[in-house]
């Protein structure tokens, strides 16, 4: 028999010795009374009993607020009294905690001493409840007054050599109404320099989907998913990420869909499921909702579903009459995956033959398939070609434009969609830029903005020396950390708009404002009475988002008057727009909106419908939008992962209490 170890060179080969790492068994079912459980203990355990109740019961309802967490679509018609998950009630609690840090805590705390703390811990000291700032050289904020801190920014603005030398980051929390604000004033200011939180997301999709089928948005609805007959999920775990999903994905399987799941690791979620409102079955076994996992190699997504397209071809399951009438590039399509080897196939996915074929003969006896993915295809090199993949198979078998078939990208963030629908991105369009012009009277710039990897790279570089964010946590969301913060750190003044104290507010430029707003859950209150803002959800539905609870400070502006402030006090005379108009009735952003973007027409009396509306969507009803008005199937090479002797691929996951940058 082998000796034991002595106790003390055990313990030194201990990962909880060396780092605090604990393994355990996985946990084998999602959700049931453990969700139940975990949602109490957030939202009564920071709200109270009596607040958070009341904070719930107006969680994605018709005259309630819109979760601050995923979006995920409400059902169009009946919504549950419960209409949310477990990671709605978190982030509900994190904004509407009875917890504050006020201009005392920012005395008694360095940011020199708020910089070792974790970020959890910076989170739960509360809402933030007055405007605060930084002077140069200082160790601590210090309270400001709001005017001041206008005058301040316009200081910094208006004394830059060109408006290109300013960025102004966006999060994807920000309303359909602040976001159209913010772009129009960063465009009446001079630039296209507005990166955002899309970028680091689903920015591949958009640009994957666009040339393909002509909209860079998914194309089903949520009640496609009960007529689904096949759902794949493939890079996206959705126990963790969007659990309200499983719900979705329980209906699809008592309907008789077959749910394929293509990750690296196994999803719990995907495994079983216990749905916490169905009280008989809590106690059970759950509903298994995968039927077929596919233990897919990282980035091996490519060769797989070029296999799974060569298989389909190669038995001629293919709708010939679909690609012939609506499709285009299909004789190339066709000829490369002709020379592409099985073997290379086969090695690079980590899939057998076998179940290649599996997957191959389920698609080919079924045309109402929907393929829904998150940032496990997204954040890749060749995103855009694992997206791009997706389409070719669905093109394949004519499964884009009928009812229970098509794309379902899964946004993170609640309106990072509605954000880029109005107009935050560094590359608008022509047209968009044209109907601006009309509306408001000036001149747009045309060139093309910094992204968020560019806007790194300029202030880095010295181009860009002023830093504004629309929310988020600007540091923690970008890849690369310490780059970021040298960045950051060699401009003259960074701004961030905020509810709760985060990392991104302690790594500043020379002068640094955190300028404290409204949540998504309070009462917004202008010169017109209480207002309402709109966002929009994954499937290109806008719906009214209405704050219920009282501001965590009487000191808080909401983001739409943040903006107006900001924008007269930057350009005073220079502006062509009533900015004070605007802001005392949202009904005025959204009539602006109307007639600035297509789609919103009669945008203030459907977003008062109880479930909101539809926005136009030609390839969900089978009309591509290309400018050759037809779906383009593309031609991609295998990416090869070639690893030298020892070397490992890593992978990223999101823990189960993290959501984007809070945890």
């Not at 009475?529 to 000191?555: D, I, K, L, W």
């Amino acid at each position: 028999m082998k000796p034991s170890r002595p106790p003390s060179e055990a313990n030194a080969q201990s990962p909880e010795t060396l780092v605090g790492l604990r393994t355990r068994e996985p946990v084998r079912v999602a959700a049931g009374i453990p969700a139940i459980v975990q949602t109490m203990k957030h939202v009564m355990g920071q709200d109270g009993v009596v607040k958070g109740t009341r904070l719930l019961l107006k969680v994605n309802q018709a005259n309630g607020f819109d979760c601050p967490g995923c979006a995920w679509p409400d059902p169009d018609g009946h919504r549950s009294i419960a209409e949310f998950c477990e990671n709605g009630p978190k982030a509900v609690a994190e904004e509407g905690t009875a917890e504050r840090v006020t201009p005392e805590f920012f005395r008694d705390h360095s940011v020199a001493e708020l910089s070792e703390q974790s970020d959890y811990w910076l989170g739960k000291r509360g809402r933030l409840t007055h405007p605060m700032v930084l002077r140069e050289g200082a160790t601590h904020y210090e309270p400001i007054e709001w005017d001041a801190a206008f005058a301040l920014i316009a200081r910094g603005l208006n004394a830059l050599e060109s408006p290109d030398e300013a960025v102004f980051y966006t999060s994807g929390r920000t309303s359909n109404e602040a976001a159209f604000l913010y772009q129009l004033f960063v465009r009446q200011f001079g630039t296209n320099n507005l990166p955002d939180c899309s970028n680091m997301c689903h920015e591949s999709s958009g640009s994957a989907l666009g040339p393909t089928i002509g909209i860079g948005k998914g194309t089903v609805k949520l009640d496609d998913f009960e007529k689904a007959e096949v759902i794949v999920v493939i890079g996206q775990n959705p126990g963790t990420n969007h659990p309200r999903m499983l719900t979705s994905l329980q209906h699809a399987v008592r309907n008789g869909a077959k749910i394929v799941a293509i990750n690296p690791l196994h999803e719990t979620g995907l495994l079983a499921f216990k749905h916490p409102q169905e009280l008989l079955h809590l106690l059970g076994k759950g509903t298994q909702l995968a039927s077929l996992f596919l233990q897919v190699r990282i980035n091996g997504d490519v060769p797989l579903l070029q296999g799974v397209a060569k298989e389909l071809l190669e038995t001629r399951a293919i709708d010939r009459d679909f690609v012939d009438a609506n499709t285009a590039g299909f004789a190339e399509y066709e000829a490369n995956l002709e020379k592409v080897n099985w073997g290379d196939i086969v090695e690079d996915s980590g899939i057998s033959r076998d179940q290649i074929r599996a997957l191959a003969e389920l698609l080919a006896r079924h045309d109402r398939i929907i393929f829904c993915w998150a940032m496990g295809l997204t954040q890749h090199k060749n995103a855009v070609a694992n997206i791009q993949e997706i389409v070719n198979v669905l093109l394949l078998r004519g499964s884009i434009g009928k009812p229970g078939a098509g794309v379902c990208p899964v946004r993170g963030h609640s309106n990072v969609q509605g954000d880029r629908t109005v107009g935050i991105y560094e590359q608008p369009s022509d047209a968009f830029l044209d109907a601006l012009s009309a509306k408001f009277g000036f001149s747009p710039p045309r060139k093309h903005g910094f992204d968020v990897v560019d806007s790194i790279r300029a202030m880095r570089d010295g181009r860009a020396k002023v830093f504004f964010a629309m929310g988020g946590n600007f540091l923690s969301a970008t890849p690369d950390t310490e780059a970021t913060a040298a960045a950051l750190r060699g401009t003259r003044l960074t701004v961030h708009v905020s509810t709760k104290l985060n990392r991104s507010h302690l790594v500043a430029g020379r002068q640094a404002l955190i300028l404290p707003c409204l949540g998504r859950t309070e009462e917004d209150c202008q010169a017109g009475g209480p207002q309402f803002v709109s966002v929009e959800n994954s499937m290109g539905v806008v719906h009214q988002s209405r704050g219920r609870a009282h501001p965590a400070s009487e000191r808080l502006l909401s983001e739409p008057a943040i903006v107006a402030r900001l924008a007269k006090a930057v350009l005073g005379e220079r502006s062509t727009v009533d900015w004070d108009a605007l802001v005392a009735n949202y009904d005025n952003i959204r009539s602006a909106i109307e007639q600035v973007i297509p789609g919103f027409d009669d945008y203030n009396a459907r977003v008062r419908q109880p479930a909101g509306f539809y926005l136009p969507n030609g390839p969900r009803e089978g009309k591509f939008t290309t400018p050759a008005g037809k779906a383009h199937f593309t031609v991609h090479p295998l990416p090869r992962q070639e690893l030298a002797p020892g070397q490992l691929l890593m992978m990223t996951i999101r823990s189960h209490d993290q959501f984007n940058t809070t945890i």
